[in-house]
């Protein structure tokens, strides 16, 4: 079973900075099945990024992502005052459990 | 438009039963994968259940065994039987599908607005 870890877990941040959030696998996975989402209060989630890397429909191009084996990043260069939320990472692979991360919250410093 | 919408939630005491439905629209859930996620009050997202375009079925360990995930293709509706219910269950209970059937295509791109579910005596 492979478990994400996502740090940190709070990053204090002011509107137009850069915001970098990490998920870690316990054992390498393909990054194909390697998805981002963002929860905003008090909302639903929603998928940000599939693929690793690759944008979900309608998301913002300062939203990016990258990585593979073990080392999965979310980045978003410049925060805009809805981007202040939580994003978990996700593991799709062949067998389930597809076990979330813990979460990240971006919030204003 | 691609929608979701989940019923069924409810109050209910430890060790009963509740049955939530998850009505689609938009898509068929034979040709994707159907997915409950769960989130306890001011927890993380924690995944439950899915099943695939072949009917094939996971469950999260938390609650294998006391879970049941189905569908009814001739109502476009995916279900979750949640037998034995316990305090830690509580939490809101979202009906999500994929992108598509292809294994490429398993992240969870459309999500309900949840249905809650309260486990208490």
């Known amino acids: 079973e492979v478990v994400l870890t996502q740090s940190p877990a709070t990053l204090s941040l002011s509107p137009g900075e850069r915001a970098t959030l990490s998920c870690r696998a316990s054992q390498s996975v393909s990054s194909t099945y390697l998805a981002w989402y963002q929860q905003r209060p008090g909302q639903a989630p929603r998928l940000l990024i599939y693929?690793?890397?690759i944008r979900a429909t309608g998301i913002p191009d300062r939203f990016s992502a990258s990585g593979s084996g073990t080392d999965f990043s979310l980045t978003i260069s410049r925060l805009e005052p809805e981007d202040f939320a939580v994003y978990y990472c996700q593991h799709l692979g062949d067998l389930p459990p597809w076990a979330f991360g813990q979460g990240t919250k971006v919030e204003v410093k | 438009e691609v929608k979701v919408v989940e019923s069924g939630g409810g109050l209910v005491q430890p060790g009963g039963s509740l049955r939530l439905s998850c009505a689609a629209s938009?898509?068929?859930?034979?040709?994707?994968?159907m997915s409950w996620v769960r989130q306890a009050p001011g927890k993380g997202l924690d995944w439950v259940s899915l099943?695939?375009?072949?009917?094939?079925?996971g469950y999260a360990d938390s609650v294998k065994g006391r879970f049941t995930i189905s569908r009814d293709d001739s109502e476009n509706t995916v279900y979750l039987q949640m037998n034995s219910l316990r305090v830690e269950d509580t939490a809101m209970y979202y009906c999500?599908?994929?992108?598509?059937?292809?294994?490429?295509?398993?992240?969870?791109?459309?999500w309900g607005q949840g249905t809650l579910v309260t486990v208490s005596s």
């Open positions: 693929g690793a890397s």
């Open positions: 938009g898509l068929s859930v034979n040709r994707h994968y």
């Open positions: 099943i695939n375009i072949y009917g094939q079925k």
């Open positions: 999500v599908s994929s992108s598509g059937g292809d294994p490429r295509e398993r992240h969870l791109q459309h």
